[in-house]
DNA sequence: TAGAGGATTGAT
DNA sequence: TCAATCCTCTAC
């Protein structure tokens, strides 16, 4: 079942970052579906200095993060990668949630022949490359998450606390302080994890 | 309008 | 450890 636009809509975004962990990522594109269940994830607040929205500012990048949420925040980092973020809380209210990896689950073939590889190995571990095996790019910036071609789904798995593991988030070290906060969320032993 | 740098990755 | 690569943001 998609997860419903209310999943989105609250405000505690490192819940949300939680909770997210054993969902569903699937995008259809040529009929065909391809996707997994997430594995690892960032949460990001306009409160603190990681966010692309602290201190509410908004630019033409980030407008999207400031809609309600329940869409995707997709941009180019490092002019080559696309990272694809969950819009959460209310309009006005600018907090993201990156995924950073996925256990692969459907589209196998789809996904190695867009990442130009024979084998599946880690195929979908690490946010920039989740996104190219999925064929996500800019198009998508804006899209709902519960559409046709790109939507969140609960695949009725429960995860206990003892199996969601906490730290620092990755590659934020202009943050400051704020790069320490405990905000990056995995399963614990996952292989699918970025390095 | 110029210049710096980035929520990464894979090769060396 | 380092280059790839280009868009975004800031400062002038």
């Known amino acids: ?5 209310s999943f989105y809509q609250r405000r505690d975004v490192t819940r949300i970052a939680r909770e997210l962990l054993g969902k569903g990522l699937f995008t259809r594109q040529g009929g065909k579906t391809s996707g997994g269940i997430i594995v690892e994830t960032e949460a990001y607040s306009n409160t603190e200095r990681g966010c692309h929205a602290y201190q509410n500012r908004m630019t033409n990048r980030n407008e999207i993060m400031f809609g309600e949420g329940g869409h995707a925040y997709v941009y180019l980092c490092y002019g080559i990668h696309n990272l694809f973020n969950v819009v959460t809380n209310g309009e006005g209210e600018a907090d993201a949630v990156l995924i950073r990896a996925l256990e692969p689950v459907e589209g196998l073939q789809l996904m190695k022949a867009r990442m130009k590889v024979k084998n599946d190995n880690r195929i979908t571990s690490g946010p920039g490359k989740l996104t190219k095996a999925l064929g996500i790019d800019r198009r998508l910036n804006g899209q709902p998450l519960w559409s ?7 695949l009725g798995s429960r995860i206990g606390k003892d199996q969601i593991v906490m730290s620092a988030r990755i590659g934020i070290d202009y943050a400051g ?3 320490l906060l405990p905000w990056r969320f995995t399963l614990r032993d996952n292989l699918w994890i970025s390095k």
């Not at 079942?1 to 636009?5: A, D, F, G, P, T």
């Open 148 to 154: 046709r071609d790109l939507w969140l789904e609960d």
């Open 177 to 179: 302080s704020d790069a």
């Open 1 to 5: 079942m998609k997860l419903e636009q």
